[in-house]
């Protein structure tokens, strides 16, 4: 195992996770004010689709920014269901998924996608209309950082967007246990009545963060698809938005340590191509394919037992609809 | 101002015609979003009603209808207990695999007499699926862990696995290549019964009334609807609620495990990669539309099943992928959960 080789399976760990970590980035803010968005999954989805057909048309930035759009349209659907109407959080989000994973499929399927794409955009050439990959984002390595061993390849030989993320996941980390804002988003995840009976909008704070949560779920779809894999598939999410719910337990709820948690199981899944590459499990790479799952269960299943469940605590108002007594 | 009043209680009319209605508002939000993508929103729906109408496509409806009542059925047990089981599409393929494992014992090895066949495969598809679902529910029984994300994951290695199985050991040799299974026996399909739709119907109105009974009149059914209702009673109430968990939670798989039968003795007459299109995630729509009433789950599962039938005609007639049918299903399901809402809540305007 040469240096080139460990630092090659680190700059792909990064790559990969940097999916995990936006998505879970908005998604415990959810959670932290009470939220859980179990629609993750398919938001995701959604904004890989749509950020596929708005590159083509439109560029890179204005994808994200669609991507963004739609995801807070969608994070703005489930917080009229949970937060105004005080619907169970598990089957709204369970709707959004499928509803997500549906429109995905539909807009992206090549004869609707080519009617969409012309709608855009009518002077694309008919290759274009074809296409089956996105453009994917330039590479922008940064001088003399990108030459260190290890660290160089790992963080800094990336897109832009790797670069935000990364730089996103302290800064709100920072917010979130440092300001007055990440107080009340807290607060209200904790105990929403004494919130509520301090002064705190607990209906305005929810809507705010699901609208966070939708956004960084379309934008970790929009980057899985122009930063990761181009080429686009029904099912391009393929379980990772729960995946990415399941990491933020193994991550306390904190975007920090979700950094970690994130390139967790981005290293699990570049782990998955070498290993067949070393023609491990080539005759069956589905046991391979098992394992961000497995370890996904395994993990939450650890976390479970009694001690370490009292070093992190789930907020305790989480998935529980708040109501003022009238 | 609009508030909310809690309602004590609701009349069975009025909670079905707020279903009715956001059944409505479902076609109509669905034809919204499908104009605006361009769609001819005509043709889709008569299309979609075309199949309840010509009678071999109801009967196709009808057939691929089972093996979402059955997952539906286990479905209605688990979550009558409050255990939020996501994981039927998983569990209906334990099923198919457990089927398909008898199968091959008894052709390869000769283990089972040709006239148990199908009663073995019954039973291992039933256990099988049962297992898949005891694992989350051991796993929230014993150290707590929330059973929507293990149910999930389970969903993908139950697939994965049966991808496994067609694509190495259990691929046919004679098969071309292909990923597939070896064909089933006549013995060992539900041909030799009967017409499948038929036995399928049996069946599910057999499994039906078992849900209905269990509900009604055994112990452990009323242990499993107070475990739903609150957790904290059944304890104070002196309940054994981790048995009852565990077995409301092995029935409950089981059922969905009857589904993958279903889907590779009566429909395909072998196992094949992805079989199912989602039956399992659609059952969770069809318990919900009937509020885990086991005879209504048989209509509401035909009507699922004419979906599933009108979404290969609007790929031919209309080149529309089959994830219209998808979006159709999950405005369906929103619209249902907001059904929820009304039924809970009288909205009253007043004045502060």
Known sequence: MSLEWVGSVLAGTTSVGVVYLLGSLGEIYAERSGILNLGLEGIMALGAATSFITTIAWGHAVAFFVAGVLGILMGLLLAFFTVSLRLNQIAVGLAITM??????????????RKTILRALNP???????????????????????????????????????????????????????RTSVGLKIRSVGENPGMADALGINVFRIRYLTCMLSGAFSAMAGAYL????????????????GFITLSLIILSAWSPLRAVFGSLLFGGIEVLQYRLQLFGFGAASPQFVLMLPYAIAVITLSLLSIESFRKRISAP??????????E | MFMLERRMDISRKASSLFVLLSLLLAFFVTGLIFHLLGVDVAQFYSTICNVFITPALLLQAVFRSIPIILASLGLVVAFRMGFWNIGAEGQIYLGMIAATGIVILHVSYGAIPASLMLVAMGVASFLAGGAWCLIPASLKVRLGVNEVLTTLMLNYIAMLFTDYLVYGPWRDPEGWGFALSIPFPEYATLKY??????????ISVAVAGFVYFLFKYTKLGFTLSVLGKSSDVAKYAGMQAGRATLLGSII????????????????????????SPGYGYTAIIVAMLVQLNPWLILPAG?????LLTAGDALQSSLRLPFSAITVFQSVIFLC????????????????L
């Not at chain 1, 390595?141 to 030989?157: H, T």
């Not at chain 1, 686009?232 to 990772?240: L, Q, S």
């Not at chain 1, 305790?316 to 007594?325: D, I, N, S, V």
């Open chain 1, 99 to 112: 509803l997500g994973s549906g429109l995905s499929g539909f807009i992206a399927f090549p004869t609707t």
């Open chain 1, 123 to 177: 002077e694309l050439p008919s290759t274009a209309l074809e296409a089956q990959s996105a453009p994917m984002l330039p590479s922008a390595p940064l001088p003399f950082l990108k030459d260190v061993p290890i660290a160089g390849p790992m963080l800094f030989n990336h897109n832009p967007v790797v670069y935000v993320s990364l730089i996103l996941a302290p800064t709100m980390w920072f917010l979130l246990f």
């Open chain 1, 225 to 240: 698809i122009l930063g990761f894999q181009p080429f686009w598939i029904e099912g391009i999410t393929g379980g990772r």
């Open chain 1, 316 to 325: 305790a108002a989480l998935a529980k609809p708040y109501y003022r007594e």
């Open chain 2, 193 to 202: 019964c009967g017409n499948p739709s038929t036995v399928g119907i049996v």
């Open chain 2, 252 to 275: 409950s798989g089981g059922m969905a495990g009857l589904g993958g039968l279903y889907v590779v003795s009566g429909m395909m007459g072998r196992l094949r990669p992805r079989a």
């Open chain 2, 302 to 306: 035909v009507f699922f099943g004419g």
């Open chain 2, 336 to 351: 249902i959960i907001l059904a929820e809402f009304f039924r809970r809540y009288r909205v009253v305007l007043r004045r």
